[in-house]
């Protein structure tokens, strides 16, 4: 890669044998930077460094902008010299990416403008009663409830006690016992997690999950530093069927993506249906 230096050599010696730097004729405005008959001006590295940025910072940016530009224009001049003409011809790609990017964003808008996002939870369910067959899960997941001390903390054993509890009063005082001292912990009553995901958070190594979930429903472990207090209120094993409130967010997200389908698909029938209707269109006969 070419350094600063080099740019500023490039600038200040290569340019114009009288010294002066050419002028975009658009506004007046010097080259910073040529490569054969190619030019990078002033207002072409306008957005290039951020707000806020210090000299420095903003001379290294800038360098390393004209520098990239520089090794780009060299590649395409080397290219275009060495590839045959119908190696170098891009009309169709380019016009047919043209055409996807326009449609898409069409489609996109309209999509913005007349998708209804609402899904009702009545229809999540009834979708995962019908399709139970396609939630199997493929990893053990657990209803778990943490709370992580520090290990010379004085309330570790009232937070496990309470943590034990499965009184609504003792999830209180549970609650405001941990936030007093500043505990890093999760009060879970429905939402379901991995039990990797429950493994990485607790220092935990265990062979056979389901054989451990089937034997505890509490646990606790150390670290040199912490305490981790664990309760497990219910787990679901591996190629069982997946919890409809594990699941329910990837269902709506399935509906709406089957509903953006049906309706780009009817705005395209309405629109061949209205083009035949109004002549818009014809194939000619061979």
Not at 23 to 52: F, M, T, W
Not at 187 to 201: Q, T
Not at 259 to 279: F, N, T
Request: glycine share 2%; proline share 2%; aromatic share 10%.
């Amino acid at each position: 890669m070419l350094r600063p230096l080099v740019i500023s050599l490039l600038i200040t010696t290569t340019l114009t044998s009288c010294n002066l730097l050419p002028h975009k004729e658009s506004n007046q405005q010097k080259a910073v930077a040529r490569v054969y008959d190619k030019y990078l001006y002033q207002d072409d590295l306008a957005g290039v460094i951020p707000a806020g940025t210090n000299a420095d910072d903003s001379i290294e940016i800038t360098a390393a902008y004209i520098n990239n530009w520089i090794r780009q224009e060299l590649l395409l001049k080397q290219a275009e010299d060495n590839l045959a003409e119908t190696n170098r011809d891009f009309t169709d790609q380019i016009e047919q990416y043209r055409n996807t990017l326009i449609i898409y964003a069409y489609e996109s808008e309209l999509v913005k403008q007349k998708l209804d996002t609402v899904v009702p939870m009545a229809e999540i369910e009834d979708y995962y009663l019908k399709n139970q067959a396609n939630f199997l899960l493929h990893e053990n997941i657990v209803q778990a409830s943490y709370v992580i001390l520090d290990k010379k903390s004085r309330v570790a054993a009232k937070v496990k006690t309470l943590l034990q509890s499965s009184r609504e009063a003792d999830k209180e005082k549970l609650q405001a016992l941990c936030e007093e001292n500043e505990a890093d912990f999760m009060i879970n009553n429905e939402s379901w997690m991995s039990f990797s995901d429950l493994a990485r958070k607790i220092p935990l190594e265990v062979d056979d999950q389901q054989e451990f979930l089937s034997k505890y429903k509490f646990f606790e472990v150390a670290d040199s530093t912490n305490l981790y207090f664990v309760a497990i209120s219910a787990y679901k094993g591996k190629e069982s069927i997946s919890p409809m409130n594990f699941k329910s967010e990837d269902i709506r997200t399935l509906l709406l993506n089957k509903r953006k389908a049906e309706l780009l698909k009817q705005m395209e029938a309405d629109l061949i249906s209205d083009a035949v209707k109004r002549k818009k269109y014809e194939i000619f006969k061979k």
